[in-house]
Structure formats: structure tokens, C-alpha cells
């Protein structure tokens, strides 16, 4: 019974100190700014977190976990252009959830070993991720690109959905990410390759977000 609140304590924690990064960026938010927030001492945050590092370490650890199902998710299954939009809309989704990794990642790969380590796993699981759909396509006949011109359609893929954050955030630092403006954009560098059926969704597909700006 004594240990129940002691993990409500710890997931209260991580839950303001996400919220607290990703409003104001993790550089500006100290442990004792989080405590504060939740009306705590620091003594009780110190209890289940010895340092904001700890901290940064457990979001990124819960980040890894599930982008990382989403990644491995993407199977010979996934032929469609619907296929690759919803994929990005999942991606984007979990992005925009930990998106201070983003906002910040330049500080946090140069300070931090974990990130260091596993955010360029989690770059090559995005590239590898991006390759899988687009030979899929290519497979399905919906899509037109050579072995090189898929590797590096994947890269450009991955490099949109890792910066496109930044990029959004630097245009409107006070206005929630639009994910479906992500997906749009990361879904026109496919649009050249696409055949077809496949190009005309695409149209509608990026007619009906258009028209919702």
C-alpha cells in the first residue's frame, strides 16, 4: 500500500516535467522549477530522481520504447499511399509528444551519453523504416525509384521527420505542432516517384489538408 503513492509521486514528475520541456525547452527547466510546479518538496522529487538527468533519461527511455514499436511495426504489409500517410501521422504524433528531444537535441547529444547513443539508433530505425515503405510501393508497382533513389528518398524522409519539428517550432514558438502539416510535407518528397492511382491520392489526400489551412 506505502508504494502506491510513491509511483503516482514518480509519474507526476515525469508527466510535469515533459509538459515543463517541451513548453519552455529542457535547458530553462531546473529539477527545482519542476517540484515547484507540482507543489512538492525537492526533497520528494530527489527521492525518486537524484538529478534532471535521471530525468531526461526516463522520458527518453519511455520515447525509445515507443517509437521504437512504431518503427519495427512497418512490415511488407504496407502498400499503400494511406499506409505510408498513417505511419506519419503515428511517427509525428509520438515526435510531437517528446518534442523537446528535438527542440533541443543539439545540447542534449553533446551532454548526455544515453541520447547520444540511442537517438542515432533511432535515426537509422527512421531511415530503415522510410526504406521498407518505399520498396513496398516500388514492389506494388505504385511507386517508381531505383535502389539508390529509394536510399536516398529515405534519408530525405528521415531528416524531415527528425528537423521538420525544429523547423515548425522556430516558425511558431507559442503554437502546438500541426502534425498533419509534417505529414504532408515529408509525404511531397515521395509524390514525385509516385504512378498513377497512387499519385492521384496523394492529390486528393493533400487537396483535403490544403484545404484545412
Not at 169 to 189: C, F, K, N, W
Request: with cysteine; glycine share 4%; charged share 25%.
Amino acid at each position: 500500500m506505502e508504494k502506491k503513492p510513491s509511483r503516482q509521486t514518480r509519474e507526476r514528475i515525469l508527466a510535469t516535467a515533459l509538459r515543463l520541456f517541451n513548453t519552455l525547452g529542457e535547458p530553462g527547466v531546473t529539477p527545482a522549477a519542476i517540484a515547484v510546479e507540482m507543489e512538492i518538496s525537492p526533497g520528494n522529487l530527489y527521492y525518486h530522481f537524484h538529478s534532471k538527468t535521471d530525468i531526461v533519461n526516463a522520458l527518453f527511455a519511455r520515447y525509445e520504447e515507443e517509437i521504437g514499436r512504431l518503427l519495427l511495426a512497418v512490415d511488407d504489409h504496407a502498400q499503400e499511399p494511406e499506409d505510408i500517410w498513417l505511419f506519419l501521422h503515428l511517427l509525428f504524433e509520438t515526435i510531437c509528444q517528446y518534442r523537446f528531444f528535438y527542440h533541443d537535441i543539439n545540447n542534449l547529444l553533446l551532454s548526455n551519453r544515453l541520447v547520444e547513443t540511442h537517438f542515432t539508433r533511432i535515426l537509422r530505425r527512421k531511415e530503415e523504416a522510410a526504406a521498407t515503405l518505399c520498396h513496398n510501393l516500388a514492389r506494388a508497382g505504385v511507386l517508381q525509384a531505383g535502389d539508390s533513389e529509394i536510399h536516398a528518398l529515405a534519408v530525405n524522409m528521415a531528416l524531415v521527420c527528425t528537423f521538420w519539428i525544429s523547423y515548425e517550432h522556430a516558425r511558431s514558438p507559442r503554437t502546438e505542432p500541426d502534425i498533419g502539416r509534417g505529414a504532408y510535407q515529408v509525404m511531397q518528397l515521395a509524390a514525385p516517384y509516385l504512378q498513377g492511382e497512387a499519385r492521384t491520392l496523394l492529390e486528393r489526400i493533400s487537396h483535403h489538408y490544403l484545404a484545412r489551412q
